[in-house]
C-alpha cells in the first residue's frame, strides 16, 4: 500500500537582483572569498534566504563552486562566522 507523501510547505525564496549581485560581486573584487578564484563564482547566503531574512549585501558573499558547494555547504557551522567575519572586515573600512 502506498501512502501519500505529504506537502512540505516551502518558504518563498526571493531572486537575487541584478544590483546586489553586482554590488556584492565589486565588494569581494570577482574573487572567491575563501580560495581566491576568479572563475566559477557563485553568490552564498550566510544566513539564508528563508524566514525573514533577506537578500542584501552585508548576507551575502562570492564563492567560487567548488568552495560554495563542497566546503561551505558541507559544514555551515564551521563556515558561517569565518563568512561574517570576512564580510564585518569589509564594511568596517
Do not use: W
Request: proline share 4%.
Amino acid at each position: 500500500m502506498e501512502y501519500p507523501k505529504p506537502k512540505l510547505k516551502k518558504h518563498k525564496k526571493e531572486t537575487v537582483k541584478d544590483a546586489v549581485y553586482y554590488n556584492v560581486f565589486s565588494r569581494d573584487n570577482g574573487r572567491c572569498q575563501l580560495c581566491g578564484r576568479t572563475d566559477q563564482l557563485q553568490l552564498h547566503h550566510i544566513y539564508g534566504r528563508g524566514k525573514g531574512l533577506t537578500n542584501k549585501p552585508s548576507n551575502c558573499i562570492m564563492l567560487c563552486m567548488s568552495c560554495h558547494l563542497y566546503r561551505v555547504h558541507q559544514n555551515q557551522k564551521k563556515y558561517r562566522p569565518l563568512l561574517q567575519e570576512i564580510i564585518d572586515k569589509k564594511y568596517k573600512k
